[in-house]
């Protein structure tokens, strides 16, 4: 099946700083490629999410960008804030190209914004 | 309600117990999905409803788990004769169809077993 590896486990970045997060997967056929967001206590929000015919997407702040042939993407997060503190989780799916149908996870990143 | 609703919030079941777990998605909803996540992992894909049906239960781990949405709004996840290894946050999500780009999740329902 699948395999998701995402790096770091726990990245601390200055204010204003940017944050690079990123992940790689194993199966060819991954299609969909969204990130979400958990802040503690809550469930995860998808904050942005690229499908395999796109190289890059920006919203804001945040983009993804994606690498096919070498199977990764990351997300970029720029100008950060302490509301940006959460953990993040990358992840693949090789159904329908969308929703949360059959994801697979990434482990998370810890994103820590030191003020 | 304006988002996924799941009920209890926490869950602490002896070893042996049954439990259930009670998703409420948002009203119109047509997919629903159910989620495991282990303490510091990320969440596991269980199951998924396309209203009723149950299309998908590649991911439910043994037969002691079930899941079932009757009527095609609200879903239970059931778990017979609970395990250690079954403590986690079990978590649903919504979304207005299957290839809708937006999935909503609940708070999660944290499940120990002591």
């Known amino acids: 099946g699948e395999n998701v590896e995402q790096h770091p486990s726990t990245l601390s970045v200055q204010e204003g700083d940017s944050a690079v997060i990123k992940c790689t997967y194993s199966?060819?056929?991954?299609?969909?490629f969204p990130w979400y967001k958990q802040e503690l206590g809550k469930g995860p929000q998808l904050i942005i999410d690229?499908?395999?015919?796109?190289g890059e997407k920006k919203d804001q702040r945040i983009a993804v960008t994606l690498n096919k042939t070498a199977k990764h993407f990351s997300l970029h997060i720029t100008e950060t804030q302490p509301e940006d503190s959460a953990v993040y989780f990358c992840?693949?799916?090789?159904?329908?190209?969308?929703?949360?149908?059959?994801?697979?996870f990434g482990k998370g990143t810890h994103l820590i914004i030191q003020p | 309600g304006a988002g996924v609703s799941q009920s209890p919030r926490y869950k602490v079941a002896k070893r042996g117990q049954d439990v259930a777990l009670r998703c409420d998605p948002i009203?119109?909803?047509?997919?629903l999905f159910w989620y495991q996540q282990a303490l510091g992992q990320g969440p596991e894909f269980l199951t998924y409803?396309?209203?009723?049906?149950?299309?998908?239960k590649s991911g439910l781990p043994s037969d002691r788990f079930f899941a079932e949405r009757p009527e095609g709004s609200v879903s239970t996840l059931k778990i017979q004769r609970t395990q250690q290894e079954d403590s986690a946050v079990y978590l649903c999500?919504?979304?207005?169809?299957?290839?809708?780009?937006?999935?909503?999740f609940g708070q999660g329902t944290r499940l120990t077993v002591v």
């Open positions: 999500a919504s979304s207005q169809s299957r290839g809708s780009t937006e999935a909503f």
């Open positions: 409803f396309q209203n009723e049906a149950q299309l998908d």
């Open positions: 690229i499908r395999s015919n796109v």
């Open positions: 009203s119109g909803h047509v997919s």
């Open positions: 992840a693949t799916s090789i159904r329908s190209g969308g929703g949360a149908d059959g994801l697979t």
């Open positions: 199966d060819s056929a991954s299609n969909y």
